[in-house]
């Protein structure tokens, strides 16, 4: 059976888009887009034109960085856009519904809800180190669920999901819905990566960001891996041109030999910052656990996390309260930053230890 009978019926006959660029892709005087013919002043990228819908140069550099087929590749505006092209790709509004494990990131129930989809929740399991609950994610599918999430390392907690459990995941869901593994943290973690499945499981989709440890979320350039069916469809549903040539560019430099041994060496740097951060935090007296993390992340218990959160900001230090998740109401998720950032954060929450501003 092919994973297409899992689609929206009516979104199959639907013809995509035909852009001038895709029309024509060779030659030297270019009148079919009606683009200006001038590079406005400055310029340095050709953004006169419009950019390739899926940059060949970028595509086979990002194959190459993942290590398969530029074709099982589609590049989007961040991982945002294939979370929501797969939702809108496979989700009928008010009758299917996406599977997810919270506490985790918050735009798979986002992405659900603006298409009318419903959303079923198996918490992760709190008391085994927020582990994935698979038998628990088995008996919640129903007939109408496409699509199943499991983020790994998952955000906010930073845990790994065990591969072995995602491949039979993948196995048990063959026909019957998607499993969408959000690799976002992949690159600060040392599980392997579910991209080495991809060739066994036409239901599996692997989410990489270039926007944490490539340092370019500015760039919004994301990435969805799966195979050539899913991947065929969702190119043909996307925007005509959702890349833009500036952030393409930035993208190819943040991609060079050159800049992917600094990456590596950063990522070194910032595992040894978690190391360290993780001793330092545990040892502040309102702190009452801090979570293992194999992402660029702590997440942090405090006695009164509100208090820390409000006093932190008014030192000007940002961090994430997590008010919102629950059974994480008590906690902040703290980005590692540099070892000066991180130095300033540990003197601000040491001298909250000690002096009254808790109770301010
Ligand atoms: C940050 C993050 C992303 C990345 O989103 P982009 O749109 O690629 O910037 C994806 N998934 C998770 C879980 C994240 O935390």
């Not at 309260?321 to 902040?332: I, P, V, Y």
Request: proline content about 6%; some cysteine.
């Amino acid at each position: 059976m092919s994973i297409l009978h899992l689609v929206r019926p009516d979104l199959l006959n639907v013809r995509p888009y035909s852009s001038a660029r895709m029309e024509a892709i060779a030659g030297n005087v270019w009148l079919n887009a009606n683009e200006s013919p001038w590079l406005p002043l400055d310029q340095q990228v050709g953004v006169n034109r419009y950019p390739e819908p899926q940059p060949k140069i970028l595509s086979e550099r990002l194959a190459e960085l993942y290590g398969v087929d530029k074709e099982r590749i589609l590049v989007g505006r961040g991982s945002d856009e294939p979370i929501d092209l797969l939702t809108r790709a496979f989700c009928r509004a008010g009758i299917d519904n996406i599977l997810i494990s919270p506490p985790t990131f918050g735009m798979y129930a986002v992405a659900a809800r603006v298409q009318g989809a419903f959303v079923r929740e198996v918490p992760l399991l709190a008391e085994q180190g927020f582990a994935c609950d698979f038998s628990g994610i088995l008996r919640q599918v129903s007939a109408e669920t496409r699509l199943v999430y499991v983020c790994t390392p998952n955000n906010p907690t930073g845990n790994v999901a065990d591969n072995e459990k995602l491949r039979e995941l993948a196995s048990a869901l063959r026909n019957r819905a998607l499993l969408i593994v959000d690799e976002a943290y992949a690159e600060f973690s040392d599980a392997p990566s579910m991209i080495l499945d991809i060739d066994g499981f036409d239901n599996l989709v692997v989410l990489r960001t270039l926007s944490k440890a490539h340092g370019l979320a500015g760039a919004r350039i994301g990435v969805a891996i799966a195979g050539l069916e899913i991947i065929g469809l969702l190119r043909r549903i996307m925007a005509p041109y959702p890349l833009p040539s500036l952030c393409v560019t930035a993208a190819m430099t943040a991609l060079t030999a050159s800049s992917l041994a600094v990456t590596q060496k950063q990522i070194q740097w910032l595992r040894q910052e978690r190391a360290q951060l993780f001793d330092a935090l545990t040892q502040l007296p309102y702190v009452l656990n801090v979570f293992p993390s194999e992402a660029n992340f702590l997440t942090v218990r405090c006695v009164d996390a509100e208090r820390v959160y409000a006093t932190l900001s008014r030192l000007g230090i940002v961090v994430r309260s997590l008010r919102n998740h629950a059974g994480l109401e008590d906690a902040l998720r703290i980005s590692i930053g540099t070892p000066q950032e991180n130095l300033t954060l540990l003197a601000a929450l040491r001298e909250l230890g000690q002096s009254r501003v808790l109770e301010m």
